[in-house]
């Protein structure tokens, strides 16, 4: 398994942090996530998303009917989706 993190922008930060619907999306393929926002302010967010059996996995997940629904209820930027994956020390 595989954590990752994810940043991005929304439209309204108190809106994407109350809405169930990034759990429920998640969930439905197995994974968790946990929740961060800018102590700054602003309208930039991330995840923790753990349990991610692939990048790749999380990339088809993500491009799927039900992503494309949950982003938009929560307000997220899909334009502005960047992932980062744990790293392996040489």
């Known amino acids: 398994m595989t954590t990752v ?13 109350s809405s169930p619907k990034r759990a429920e999306f998640f969930a439905a393929h197995g994974m968790t996530v946990r929740t961060f926002v800018s102590p700054e302010g602003g309208k930039r967010v991330g995840l923790i998303i753990e349990n991610v059996p692939s990048l790749e996995a999380l990339k088809t ?8 629904e949950a982003m ?8 502005t989706v960047e992932l980062f994956i744990a790293g392996q020390s040489d």
Do not use: M
């Open 61 to 68: 997940a993500l491009q799927g009917a039900d992503a494309a």
């Open 5 to 17: 993190i994810a940043v991005h922008e929304v439209d309204d930060v108190g809106h994407w942090l």
């Open 72 to 79: 938009k209820h929560d307000g997220v930027h899909p334009d």
